[in-house]
T-cell receptor, first 117, second 112 residues
């Protein structure tokens, strides 16, 4: 069982270039999330999705776009790369909320380390 | 602004000792709480979840929750050098969306 798979693992971009970070999960999770983690910092939510065709902004969405056409895939798009987007990007997924008092844990991919020069 | 506060550490404990990691959160609506372990250069790995006030034990790990005080902690008994990592506290926010808010983490160093 692969879990959450992210590609690529490493990438160097030039300022102004664009790219798509891929994320796919094989656990049939409805919910998916994109985070960024800067050195010495906690994870910040970029975008999330509660199902195919449904996406919403997180805490730090500027400069990014997402789509969710299938349950399995949740790609993250950088349109005009900027040095401030140098970070490690993590994709995560979870089952839907069990009930009001019991949320499901998120499971993370291995991350994409992105440098923009 | 919803926040999670953790002592950044490093918290240094000798092998075999109990490590105590603390976390406070600002959102009184948080219902579920997760502890993740993150080794340097790796992704977060779920180690504990807790949903009700009190203690929850799983092997060498015990999570403690006090919603009235907005406080959650993680105890690691018989600490091992392999426990050396950053521990992230993550309460839920936003209810049905299952979103998490993360602290900056506490770096634990277990000395052999």
């Amino acid at each position: 069982n692969a879990g959450v798979t992210q590609t690529p693992k490493f990438r160097i971009l030039k300022i102004g270039q664009s790219m798509t970070l891929q994320c796919t999960q094989d656990m049939n999770h409805n919910y998916m999330y994109w985070y960024r983690q800067d050195p010495g910092m906690g994870l910040k939510l970029i975008y999330y999705s509660v199902g195919a065709g449904i996406t919403d902004k997180g805490e730090v969405p500027n400069g990014y776009n997402v789509s969710r056409s299938t349950t399995e895939d949740f790609p993250l798009r950088l349109e005009l790369a900027a040095p401030s987007q140098t970070s490690v990007y993590f994709c995560a997924s979870s089952y839907s909320v069990r009930n009001r008092y019991s949320n499901q844990p998120q499971h993370f991919g291995d991350g994409t380390r992105l440098s923009i020069l | 602004q919803k926040e999670v506060e953790q002592n950044s550490g490093p918290l240094s404990v000798p092998e075999g000792a109990i490590a105590s990691l603390n976390c406070t959160y600002s959102d009184r609506g948080s219902q579920s709480f997760f502890w993740y372990r993150q080794y340097s250069g790796k992704s977060p790995e779920l180690i504990m979840s807790i949903y009700s006030n009190g203690d929850k034990e799983d092997g060498r790990f015990t999570a403690q929750l006090n919603k009235a005080s907005q406080y959650v902690s993680l105890l690691i008994r018989d600490s091992q050098p392999s426990d050396s990592a950053t521990y992230l506290c993550a309460p839920t926010v936003g209810g049905a969306t299952n979103k998490l808010i993360f602290g900056t983490g506490t770096l634990l160093a277990v000395q052999p």
